[in-house]
T-cell receptor, first 111, second 115 residues
Framework: QKEVEQNSGPLSVPEGAIASLNCTYSDRGSQSFFWYRQYSGKSPELIMFIYSNGDKEDGRFTAQLNKASQYVSLLIRDSQPSDSATYLCAVNYGANSKLTFGKGITLSVRP | EAGVAQSPRYKIIEKRQSVAFWCNPISGHATLYWYQQILGQGPKLLIQFQNNGVVDDSQLPKDRFSAERLKGVDSTLKIQPAKLEDSAVYLC?????????????FGNGTRLTVT
């Protein structure tokens, strides 16, 4: 059973702080890693994806991947109240695009 | 670019009744997915289509759930008969070509309540 674990949370940070969201996965064959944001009552929307070890930056968001440790994280710099949402980590295995999701981490940014 | 369209947005039915959901993917997207998201959990894949063929339906409860994607565009997901535990949001997603680097784009979902 391929698993994606998001065990930390809920997470609360003050406005302007860095929020760090973590995710581990069970299958070393995983190739692509995605972070989705889901506001309450809404559908998931793609924030970032990463395929290679290291960091990938997009505006205030940085995804970090360490395949040896089977670990992927999302950093949100200068957190804003509008970042308050559930963040879903998703992984695909092999060449297929179907995703396995973690249960999500709920982030609350305090004004 | 128009997004993934789903209908209805909400549905309330009694247990043992049947229900159907409809999805229209982003134009040109070959791959279509149905996910089930129970409150407080991440989405779980029910079925994946590549054009009009099924790629993966290993987690679809086939005794009560069925799905089709005739002509490789629109798709319908049906539940018959519904159980209380089927209460969830049913999300349709599409991707360009089904390859690992092809992100999924989700519709707004159908929230199903079974009483």
């Amino acid at each position: 059973q391929k698993e994606v674990e998001q065990n930390s949370g809920p997470l609360s940070v003050p406005e302007g702080a860095i929020a760090s969201l973590n995710c581990t996965y069970s299958d070393r064959g995983s190739q692509s890693f995605f972070w989705y944001r889901q506001y309450s009552g809404k559908s998931p929307e793609l924030i970032m994806f990463i395929y290679s070890n290291g960091d990938k930056e997009d505006g205030r968001f940085t995804a970090q991947l360490n395949k040896a440790s089977q670990y992927v994280s999302l950093l949100i710099r200068d957190s804003q109240p509008s970042d308050s949402a559930t963040y879903l980590c998703a992984v695909n295995y092999g060449a297929n695009s179907k995703l396995t999701f973690g249960k999500g981490i709920t982030l609350s940014v305090r004004p | 670019e128009a997004g993934v369209a789903q209908s209805p947005r909400y549905k309330i039915i009694e247990k043992r009744q049947s229900v159907a959901f409809w999805c229209n993917p982003i134009s040109g997207h070959a791959t279509l997915y149905w996910y089930q998201q129970i409150l407080g959990q991440g989405p779980k894949l029910l079925i994946q289509f590549q054009n009009n063929g099924v790629v993966d339906d290993s987690q679809l409860p086939k005794d009560r759930f069925s799905a089709e994607r005739l002509k490789g565009v629109d798709s319908t997901l049906k539940i018959q008969p519904a159980k209380l535990e089927d209460s969830a949001v049913y999300l349709c997603a599409s991707s360009l070509n089904g390859l690992g680097n092809s992100p999924l784009h989700f519709g707004n979902g159908t929230r199903l309540t079974v009483t």
